[in-house]
């Protein structure tokens, strides 16, 4: 993925982390599917599953991310 993508990705997740949770795109975020259906194939990726990509692209762990993002300042740093 190029650098450029890679920040912008990141600073629309840190804007999305922060929003109250009864905004729309947070609550698409969590939201799961409806039915259990699904194409044969490989998944499509949900977008946390590119988040989680790019988090290990700049080595931040995974499971302390929802954390960090909520400091703006440290989140706008790995950003950079």
């Keep these: 993925m190029e ?8 600073r629309w997740t840190g804007h999305l982390m922060r929003m109250s949770a009864d905004r ?19 998944p499509r ?5 590119t988040i989680k ?8 762990k995974t499971d302390s ?3 960090l993002s909520q400091q703006r300042d440290k989140w706008r740093a790995i950003g950079k």
């Design 45 to 49: 990726l949900r977008f946390k599953d």
């Design 24 to 42: 729309l795109p947070k609550q698409v975020l969590y939201s799961e599917l409806s039915s259990d259906h699904r194409k044969r194939g490989r």
């Design 53 to 60: 990509r790019t988090l290990k692209l700049r080595n931040i």
């Design 65 to 67: 991310w929802t954390s």
């Design 3 to 10: 650098d450029h993508l890679i920040r912008k990705n990141l």
